[in-house]
């Protein structure tokens, strides 16, 4: 199983001392914190894509290239690229070339995004947007599996004898997860083209999610890639650790109060109670966090957010040593005991390409 996190790039001002990163400190904050998690034995590194303030991330591949040339191992991904208002021509290349060099440390998540003024901004409307990803998507699988491609769409203007380029390394295109908080139908494309399903898991309940979920790996088992729980899924999380619960809980507060995204809104408490928020000690979060599996079945990736909300680096970055060292072993070692052997893991890069050459072999 795959532990990690993800960042949504917010440049927040920390309530306690009422001081605002500048963006360059942000971006900066940002790569700091992905070489950490490399350095304290994660799997995932992810980001998301934002083109409106309080958020920096606008190019993901230009900030996953930086860093994949600072870390060794881990995986590079993103928490989402807009699969409705980007070209899934220049997503093909720009994935391509992140994959070659990264040395295939590469995957990515796709999803619709949270923000409506962004569709006009792309001279898209946002009452397509599931057609929008439906349509796109298809046209993104098919440019990293055929080396020309002639397709015509209600969207973009046609292609004609057209290549992607650079091609998806060892001619094996980026593992895709498809993002949702909220859409059935990503669910159902996930399903279709056997991908990953990855529930964000941080705003909504969890019988929302499980729902979502269950359809997924029903449709999923429908489509022929496999039993149910052999679907690949993720799940979001978020966490605030101290040695102490208390200690973690009047220190987050401010924070949580004043977020831009869920401040001023349900307490602290009810969050935590009606949500994967955990606001306490390693063991609370190690606690919590083994209840996914529960409610959602083997799973394959779980990434936290840890980084929003005004959090100073310094505080990051002990959250992730915390993370590391005391939380992630554990939670190894107990979603490991009991997994049934025919689950699979992630997919990665040698994975899939060990699959492909099974595959010729076979054939």
């Known amino acids: 199983m795959q532990f990690g996190?993800?960042?949504?790039?917010?440049?927040t001002t920390d309530p306690t001392t009422g001081r605002t990163p500048t963006e360059a400190e942000r971006i900066k904050a940002m790569v700091a914190i992905a070489q950490k998690a490399e350095e304290v034995g994660l799997d995932v590194f992810a980001m998301g894509e934002h083109h409106n303030p309080p958020f920096v991330p606008s190019s993901p591949t230009t900030m996953l290239g930086y860093i994949a040339g600072r870390t060794d191992k881990i995986m590079l991904s993103t928490s989402t690229t807009l699969i409705t208002t980007n070209d899934p021509v220049k997503i093909a290349e720009d994935f391509a070339m992140l994959q070659h060099l990264a040395d295939g440390r590469v995957d990515l998540m796709l999803g619709r995004g949270n923000?409506?003024?962004?569709?006009?901004?792309?001279?898209?409307?946002?009452?397509?947007g599931i057609p929008l990803a439906i349509e796109n998507y298809h046209l993104l699988h098919r440019l990293?599996?055929?080396?020309?491609?002639?397709?015509e769409g209600k969207f973009r203007t046609p292609l004609q004898s057209f290549t992607s380029t650079p091609r998806p390394l060892d001619d094996v295109p980026p593992f895709v997860w498809h993002g949702s908080i909220r859409s059935p139908e990503i669910a159902e494309q996930a399903a279709y083209y056997g991908d990953g399903f990855f529930a964000n898991h941080i705003f909504w309940p969890t019988d929302h999610f499980q729902r979502l979920i269950e359809l997924y790996r029903r449709r999923y088992e429908h489509y022929g890639h496999g039993s149910a729980d052999q679907a690949v899924v993720g799940l979001g999380g978020q966490?605030?650790?101290?040695?102490?619960?208390?200690?973690?809980?009047r220190e987050?507060?401010?924070?949580?109060?004043?977020?831009?995204?869920?401040?001023?809104?349900p307490s602290l408490e009810e969050f935590t109670a009606q949500t994967p928020l955990t606001v306490g000690s390693p063991q609370q979060v190690i606690e919590k966090t083994l209840t996914f599996r529960e409610h959602f079945g083997d799973y394959q990736?779980?990434?936290?957010?840890?980084?929003?909300?005004?959090?100073?680096?310094?505080?990051?970055?002990?959250?992730?040593?915390?993370?590391?060292?005391?939380?992630?072993?554990?939670?190894?070692?107990?979603?490991?005991?009991?997994?049934?052997?025919h689950v699979p893991d992630a997919p990665t890069?040698?994975?899939?390409?060990?699959?492909?050459?099974?595959?010729?072999?076979?054939?």
């Open 5 to 11: 996190i993800f960042t949504v790039g917010d440049v």
């Open 115 to 128: 923000t409506g003024p962004v569709y006009p901004w792309f001279g898209k409307d946002i009452r397509d």
């Open 144 to 151: 990293w599996r055929e080396d020309v491609v002639d397709w």
């Open 239 to 249: 966490v605030f650790m101290r040695k102490n619960s208390q200690d973690a809980v």
């Open 252 to 265: 987050f507060r401010p924070y949580f109060d004043n977020a831009p995204v869920y401040g001023h809104g």
């Open 301 to 341: 990736r779980q990434l936290f957010l840890m980084d929003h909300a005004g959090l100073p680096l310094k505080t990051v970055l002990e959250q992730l040593d915390l993370l590391g060292e005391e939380v992630v072993p554990v939670l190894r070692k107990e979603f490991a005991a009991g997994r049934p052997t």
């Open 349 to 363: 890069h040698a994975s899939l390409l060990a699959a492909k050459n099974a595959a010729q072999v076979d054939a």
